[in-house]
């Protein structure tokens, strides 16, 4: 069974410049969640979305939003990009919104944004 | 807002040393993940860590969760090149938030 994928893998844009992120999750799996990886850290949540409704947002400006289609698959957009907007951008999928003690979260290998 | 604070945040030891990360929080979690992030890849998920004072051992990786549920140690025995990575907790339900991570090099 295919994993959680993403694309593009990498990604160069230059400041102001908008990018959209995309995530398809593993069959099934109804619940995608977004984070960002600075270099060096652990991940910071974006968004997380069940059954293509935004139940979670991170501490992150307007200029990043997303949305889940009727497959499940999502996306993740941000407008003005700024230099500290590098990052991996990193999609998870479970089968229900992530509870901790169950529904296990799965990876995908991310996006490398790039930010000049 | 929890966080999640580990340490140490760099190790770089050679193999076959024991170890042990930490990760604490001031607040209490109902649960607690052990991830490992290796280079150009996600998270992968070790293992949950659900009741007090609870031990779970995988292969020579030991996890435990404090008493309080506010606090987790990850204990390898005898480490391997293999286990070179990123090793990540997190907790929290559908704001899932990650700690500061610990950066482990095993050296042959």
Known sequence: DAGVTQ????????RGQHVTLRCSPISGHKS??????VLGQGPQFIFQYYEKEERGRGNFPDRFSARQFPNYSSELNVNALLLGDSALYLCASSLEPPSGSTDTQYFGPGTRLTVL | TQLLEQSPQFLSIQEGENLTVYCNSSSVFSSLQWYRQEPGEGPVLLVTVVTGGEVKKL???TFQFGDA????SLHITAAQTGDTG????AGGYQKVTF???TKLQVIP
């Open chain 2, 69 to 72: 549920r506010k606090d987790s």
């Open chain 1, 7 to 14: 694309s593009p893998t990498h990604l160069i844009k230059t």
């Open chain 2, 59 to 61: 292969k020579r990786l």
């Open chain 2, 86 to 89: 990123l090793y990540l907790c």
């Open chain 2, 99 to 101: 700690g500061t991570g």
């Open chain 1, 32 to 37: 995608v969640s977004w984070y960002q990886q």
